[in-house]
């Protein structure tokens, strides 16, 4: 099995985008307001809004947690591979580190 160091780190970079994005709707979505529709649609609109807010919010949590795992397996594969030289980690490092 190979591993490309920095695919996976890249990968990683884009699922914390991914949690962002996410973070981001979720916040539009709650910050939504429902003050232009009939008593009946409100209610119905605002138990939508509350339902859409936590679909996004899980996945947001799911997307960070996928890069977690990548970061995580990329510094394991670098603690154990002995024939890592000190130019192929620095060149790798900058994948490992979370960059908010």
Known sequence: MAV????VGQRSRDWDDQNLDLTAAAGQVSDSGTGGFTPTVRTAAKTFR????G???TLATDAESQADGLRETMTD???TDQSA????RSLIDPYVQEIR
């Open 85 to 88: 030289d000190v130019q192929q």
């Open 55 to 57: 679909h996004l919010t």
């Open 77 to 79: 594969w670098l603690n």
């Open 4 to 7: 490309i160091p920095p695919e």
């Open 50 to 53: 509350t339902a859409w807010h």
